[in-house]
């Protein structure tokens, strides 16, 4: 018999843990105490970028309106006759903001009428955007202890198979193999390998599913104080999904529940084999979105500093 998803909800609910007004959710856990620590995780001054490329060669196929950007040069060199010489060139982009390497907001997620902290639905508008819980009020939040469990690895596997379900004791499991504790205020990533998978098969059927955090891990999650987290695959969690009455039970305990904010489409290629390399999995995670006003999501350039 499978959990109801709100019936999890209401346990690990953090409405009103920081006030009646709060937009911000577990990133309240993130003090200056935590990005001070965070900063002495940076030993060699080596950059990880954690981004997929921003263009035509994303893994959108459509679905949901959601489209690869569209990169288009709005002038270029030779357009210009100025008489010193001066040449200029400007471009423009035009995407979906959750179409590759991105954040989901706070009101990007709702069930029944509400959102995170009891925000009615009636805040996010076609017109206007989202009048409470947008992503712009996250834009100076989101520095601080990054940690990296990668459970491809713990698997001895290139990547796990669509559907595959990472349960708390896969957690706990790589805690152990790696050495690492996910500690209250940090940033945790998870690594599937689909990212992996991505580049070795190309986007056909990549969005059809994806191996992903099952619903129980929500109370592991809350049980450690998490800032946010972030993960190689599409929606984070594990598609097609086991739980009944939702596509996406995670999303909803994490975002509207709890208030959590979610990276999807992370690059952790590069970083889970330096990692593994020296035997260190935290580092400095900077992952700003966008500074757009009133929006559910945002694309971010997220790097990790070791």
């Not at 698997?155 to 990472?166: C, H, Q, R």
């Not at 955090?213 to 946010?228: G, K, Q, T």
């Amino acid at each position: 018999m499978s959990v109801n998803f709100r019936d999890i909800g209401r346990e690990l609910s953090n409405w009103g843990r920081w006030g009646p007004d709060d937009q911000l959710g577990t990133l309240n856990f993130v003090t200056g105490e935590h990005i001070r620590a965070a900063a002495t995780e940076v030993r060699s001054g080596r950059v990880f970028q954690l981004s997929i490329p921003v263009g035509s060669s994303g893994p959108q196929s459509g679905i949901g309106g959601r489209l690869n950007p569209v990169h288009l040069m709005s002038m270029a060199p030779h357009d210009w006759s100025d008489p010193h010489g001066v040449q200029i060139s400007d471009d423009w982009i035009i995407m979906p903001l959750q179409s590759g390497t991105q954040w989901d907001g706070l009101a990007h997620v709702a069930y029944d009428d509400r959102m995170y902290n009891g925000y009615s639905t009636d805040e996010v508008g076609a017109r206007f955007g989202a009048r409470k819980l947008a992503v712009d009020a996250m834009t100076d939040r989101l520095v601080g202890r990054g940690v990296l469990l990668d459970i491809a690895r713990l698997k001895n596997v290139p990547w796990l198979e669509g559907g595959t379900a990472i349960t708390p004791d896969d957690l706990d499991a790589a805690e152990r193999a790696q050495g690492v504790t996910v500690a209250e205020g940090d940033f945790l990533l998870i690594r599937t390998g689909w990212r992996a998978k991505l580049l070795a098969d190309g986007p056909a059927g990549w969005m059809k599913t994806e191996p992903g955090l099952d619903l129980a891990c929500a109370r592991w999650l809350h049980d450690r104080s998490v800032a946010a987290l972030g993960s190689d695959n599409w929606a984070i969690e594990v598609l097609p999904s086991a739980q009944s009455g939702t596509v996406v039970p995670l999303h909803c305990v994490l975002i509207r529940d709890m208030g959590m904010p979610l990276a999807e489409i992370l690059d952790l290629e590069a970083l889970s084999a330096a990692c593994a390399e020296d035997g260190r999995w935290s580092f400095l995670l900077a992952a700003p979105p966008l500074h757009i006003s009133n929006a559910v999501g945002s694309p971010t350039t997220p790097i990790a500093i070791r």
